[in-house]
């Protein structure tokens, strides 16, 4: 079991992570405006990523409260990057904002079940429709990030690359309303999909469904490959549901968030 998965299920996780220092502007002077501005995005961003990565592997846990001057300590950034990761994972889902402070956001299990029934109708409508009428090219995409699984990558690279194969149909289907609804939706679920990670034979067999879809697309099996796509999300629902409710170590770190 890869040991990311181990520290989700309670083993010590580190009191911060180590980050690299910014790098000091070229000849030692003091940074020019443009450069300044440039400095401060990079830290933005990397507050946004950092405190991202804590709250999705449960080392930040449901529930648990997010102080503007601790998030300073463990992102190692100041208060204004703090402040503005805070809001983009509101947006996200990830945080919850509580008055004038913010929580890491729980854990609800009926969003995520309402969540995928949602993905299932989209889903299915998205590869009916490219199986009818998609560009070689965008398939071939599709098929570029299966590739890249092949390489066994670390959990948040497969995550995305898992992203790219769902929302790949969504956008060769010819309807950016379907490929924007399920943009939206995969910050929602992302945390509950970190954890599917920790089962090789899962992201296996997940690999195994999503090769054989792209092939049904391909020979224009649209409804097919909609019923596959379909029995594809249900089951993967029912794993992460399954594995929220049942695991005991994780169920005893995430307490009453769990709901």
Not at 203 to 212: F, I, K, L, N, S
């Amino acid at each position: 079991m890869p040991l990311w998965y181990t520290n989700v299920l309670g083993c010590a996780m580190p009191d911060r992570p180590a980050f690299d220092r910014e790098p000091a502007p070229a000849g030692g002077g003091a940074p020019t405006r443009h450069g300044a501005d440039r400095s401060a995005s990079s830290r933005g961003e990397r507050a946004v990523s950092d405190l991202r990565r804590l709250i999705l592997s449960f080392a930040l846990r449901p529930g648990e409260s997010l102080s503007e001057r601790r998030l300073e300590k463990l992102l190692a950034v100041s208060r204004s990057p703090v402040r503005a990761a805070l809001a983009r994972l509101a947006a996200e889902g990830l945080v919850r904002r509580e008055g004038r402070s913010y929580r890491v956001a729980p854990v609800d299990l009926a969003e995520i079940e309402e969540l995928f029934a949602y993905r299932v109708l989209l889903e299915t409508a998205a590869v009916r429709w490219a199986a009818a009428s998609a560009p070689s090219s965008a398939l071939d995409a599709i098929a570029d990030a299966l590739r890249r699984v092949a390489d066994e990558p670390g959990p948040e690279e497969l995550l995305e690359l898992s992203a790219r194969f769902h929302l790949g149909f969504a956008r060769a289907c010819g309807n950016r309303f379907v490929a924007d609804a399920l943009a939206a939706l995969f910050p929602r679920i992302t945390r509950a999909r970190y954890l599917e990670l920790g089962s090789t034979d899962r992201v296996r067999q997940a690999d195994d469904e999503h090769r054989r879809i792209l092939q049904l697309v391909r020979e224009h099996r649209g409804d097919e490959a909609a019923g596959l796509m379909r029995d594809h999300l249900e089951r993967t629902c029912q794993n992460l549901v399954g594995s929220l409710e049942a695991h005991a170590g994780l169920r005893a770190m995430v307490g009453e968030a769990l709901t």
